[in-house]
């Protein structure tokens, strides 16, 4: 039944106002009349270990994971987790190896980055890039993922919960990156207990529906079942190989995808920016061990809801649904579930979407403001008018978001995989940029541009290059695959990231030697070995985070 009772909406009500009146009361116990714009978008120096991973946490989790990768959940299976159980690791690394550079050379912003490492041309190319990638892709995806995720469960109006989902995100991100940080830390409660409890009576469901009854029978009854949905490494004859790409899955893009998402994004990098070193990394690892369970939440239900659709336990209309559209999973998973719970459920997706919403508003803002605004419009741009125009930026990418995201054609392709896909058109280009800005000093701006616009017109040439040519002949290697929409020979999307990655970094080793031999010089950062030396109790949690991944895949494989 698409509507939720009373007793769920006082759940929902609940949640809403200690999320408002805990962010009311952090802007004004933080507010300070003097307070800077790195304060107001960066929240500098105030936020907590236990602050910064859980935001982390809250802005990555958002309806891409609990609609989209709850739909890949339901079509492919727990391989899906590749993504969540490989940023546990990622994050490890960026703790280790990429926040000690960006804190000692006082870096806050992606693009001042690159204006420091390279020049001001490869900064601004870029800051464009972002502002139309976190709009066009990211911000539109999430608001049009999580409002079909609210019509799906409520039955209110699309459009209302797509303008209605903005507008709550509007409210917290004006407060700064600091009430967007601690108000996280009450999102990802409701996130994580509203999800366990979700996947609690999902799994119970099955069991119920077999004669029995537990969360333990559910899931014994589940794989053994239907096994094919927990393996992690898809062969080469699974019609979502094209998606997840057997062990390259391991070995190649998607290191990129999350290395460049983790380690090179504003969006996420900006929640640690803030801090110093000891509390950046203990966020960051608080973070991985929070990735860990993730699956739980957002996979595993998808898994329920593919066995519940295989024994047609849903009614007439959720199985047209589901058959049309994947990414309805757990939205009608969520009909399933008792009042009060519904609510809880309901509250820890909205949790999600607003909270990531709000980071990625928010990091739109300080690119803009900072990298756009303050470098080339308004120079000489006092703090308070930057707060300001950063107010005025969320606004108006929130509501170019709401305009434009319903006819991106998301809900064709499936959430999860558009995001990923489109943003892989710039990723490789981007990491190889910053991972030889990060350790080469001979990498030089010219080498960046080449990164930053070949990467781009590498990716466009992987991508059609079906088209023009048959690549049948990758088959054997595990390079191609038929699609399963268009019928040609397409190398899965996760492999024409690695291949134009490498290429990427060939090209910019070269070019950087042909400008040294010409006696170019280049801004090399403030890099030693020192930086990447990590405490004790760091080291533990590390290897700990380590052992649980070598056990899952052990197990899963």
């Known amino acids: 039944m698409r509507q939720l009772t009373a007793g769920d909406y006082t759940v929902f009500v609940i949640y809403f106002i200690i999320v408002a009146a805990y962010g009311l009361w952090v802007y004004r116990r933080k507010r300070n009349a003097d307070a800077t714009s790195k304060d107001y978008f960066l929240a500098e120096g105030s936020l907590t270990w236990w602050a910064i991973g859980a935001s982390l946490i ?19 299976g727990l391989a899906i987790s590749a993504y969540e159980w490989m940023a546990a690791l990622t994050l490890v690394i960026v703790a280790t190896f990429f926040i000690p550079v960006y804190l000692k050379n006082k870096i806050f912003t992606m693009p001042q980055f690159l204006s420091q490492r390279y020049n001001d041309t490869v900064a601004m190319i870029m800051a464009v890039f972002w502002l139309l990638l976190y709009i066009i892709v990211n911000l539109t995806s999430i608001l049009y993922l999580g409002a079909i995720a609210v019509n799906g469960i ?34 990802v409660f ?22 029995t009854t537990g969360f333990g029978n559910g899931l014994s009854l589940m ?62 690892l608080f973070a991985a061990f929070l990735k860990l369970m993730m699956p739980l939440i957002v996979v595993l239900p998808g898994i329920a809801a593919f066995v519940l659709y295989k024994q047609s336990v849903f009614g007439g209309d959720e199985m047209k649904s589901l058959t049309d559209n994947h990414d309805k999973a757990y939205p009608v998973l969520l009909n399933l ?83 990923q896909e489109y943003t892989g ?50 088959y054997p290697v595990g390079f191609a695959v038929k699609s399963k929409d268009s019928g040609l020979w397409e190398i899965p999307f ?17 070019i950087s030697l042909a400008d040294a031999a010409k006696g170019k010089e280049t801004n ?21 985070v380590c052992g649980i991944l070598v056990a899952l895949y052990t197990l899963f494989w």
């Not at 305009?403 to 998301?410: E, T």
Request: glycine share 12%; aromatic share 12%; net charge positive.
């Open 190 to 211: 409701f996130l994580i207990l509203g999800g366990l409890v979700t996947t609690y009576i999902a799994v119970g469901q099955v069991a119920q529906h077999y004669g």
């Open 337 to 419: 579930l008792p009042a009060g719970f519904k609510g809880l459920s309901f509250a820890a997706l909205t949790a999600a979407v607003v909270a990531s919403l709000a980071g990625k508003a928010n990091s739109i803002a300080t690119i803009f403001t900072l990298d756009i605004y303050k470098k080339k419009i308004n120079p000489s741009a006092p703090d308070y008018k930057l707060v300001n125009v950063g107010k005025i930026s969320v606004i108006v990418a929130m509501i170019l978001g709401v305009i434009i995201s319903p006819f991106l054609g998301i809900d064709k392709k499936g959430g999860f995989t558009f995001i």
């Open 58 to 76: 809250a802005s990555n989790i958002s309806a891409e994971q609990f609609v989209a990768m709850a739909g890949n959940g339901f079509t492919m």
């Open 425 to 474: 058109f710039v990723s490789p280009g981007i990491f190889a940029m910053f991972i030889l800005g990060f350790f080469w000093k001979k990498a030089s701006s010219n080498a960046a541009l080449f990164a930053t616009i070949g990467g781009f017109i590498l990716s466009v040439i992987f991508k059609f290059m079906p088209k023009f040519m048959d690549l049948s002949f990758l």
């Open 524 to 544: 090399g950062l403030d890099v030693d070995t020192n930086m990447f030396k990590t405490s004790n109790s760091f080291a533990v949690g590390s290897l700990i």
């Open 494 to 510: 996760l492999d024409r990231m690695g291949f134009v990655f490498i290429l990427c970094i060939v090209g910019m080793i070269i």
């Open 223 to 284: 794989y053994h079942q239907f096994n094919d949905h927990f393996h992690m490494i898809i062969k080469k004859d699974n019609p979502n190989f094209i998606d997840l790409p057997g062990l390259t899955v391991l070995l190649g893009g998607l290191w990129i995808v999350n290395l460049n998402y983790w380690g090179c994004n504003q969006y996420i990098t900006q929640r640690a920016l803030g801090a110093n070193l000891k509390t950046a990394r203990g966020g960051l």
């Open 154 to 187: 409520s039955g209110i109006n699309f459009n209302v919960c797509l303008i209605a989902l903005a507008g709550f995100a509007v409210i917290i991100t004006l407060g700064g990156m600091k009430v967007i940080g601690f108000t996280d830390v009450i999102q």
